[in-house]
């Protein structure tokens, strides 16, 4: 359970225990703990890109994150089978701002997330700060936090389980039901046919 505390600046900081399990869903063929680049064009204050790692406190929670984010419910089935979980952990506390701003949504207009990606750069520049952490939306499935990837490299990550959604489809398929949506069973192009 990660803890609240306030830190000398007054921001509200997220104190993620060592050891507490992160949830990652990635592509199957991706190292889990490859950082994907926050985008081109968002660098630290030094004019260098850096990357993060998206994550949550629960594998609903980061569910809800990566497929649930929009407000259409209809998933492509061939796209998720194709995709993994696994719950990582660090060997050090990681320390995250916690950010309760709008624009933590994915379903925020442009200019937020400009404003988010300029938070973000700010953030990045405090090297006592690992990340940041967020509500995926308001169904309050947990904590999804945005991790920078130096901290990836100052604190060993282990990996704790891994599964793939085609083997546990009904583990996947219950997430869709709680979560409201609905299968697409339409192939992907180029695939064979069933």
């Known amino acids: 359970m990660a803890m609240r505390f306030q830190s000398p600046s007054g921001l509200s900081l997220h104190l ?46 980061a569910f809800v994150s990566l497929f649930l984010r929009t407000r259409a419910r209809l998933i492509a089935r061939a796209y998720a089978q194709q995709r993994m979980w696994t719950a990582l952990s660090f060997s050090r506390p990681l320390r995250l701002v916690q950010w309760r701003d709008d624009a933590a949504s994915s379903r925020v207009k442009a200019p937020a997330l400009a404003r988010r990606e300029a938070i973000l750069s700010a953030f990045h520049a405090s090297p006592h700060i690992d990340g940041l952490a967020y ?3 308001a169904s ?26 085609d083997v546990c489809r009904d583990q996947v398929d219950e997430l869709m039901r709680r979560g409201g949506a609905a299968w697409d069973e339409s192939p992907t192009p180029g695939s064979p046919p069933a």
């Open 16 to 61: 993620l225990p060592a050891g507490a399990a992160l949830f990652r869903i990635h592509h199957a063929a991706t190292d889990p703990s490859r950082c994907s680049p926050l985008a081109p064009d968002i660098t630290d204050g030094r004019g260098a890109a850096f990357g993060v790692l998206h994550a949550a406190d629960s594998l609903e929670a």
């Open 135 to 137: 509500r995926p939306d």
């Open 140 to 165: 309050n499935t947990g904590m999804t936090y945005v991790v920078f990837e130096r901290a990836l490299k100052s604190g060993a990550l282990r990996e704790l389980d891994a599964r793939r959604f």
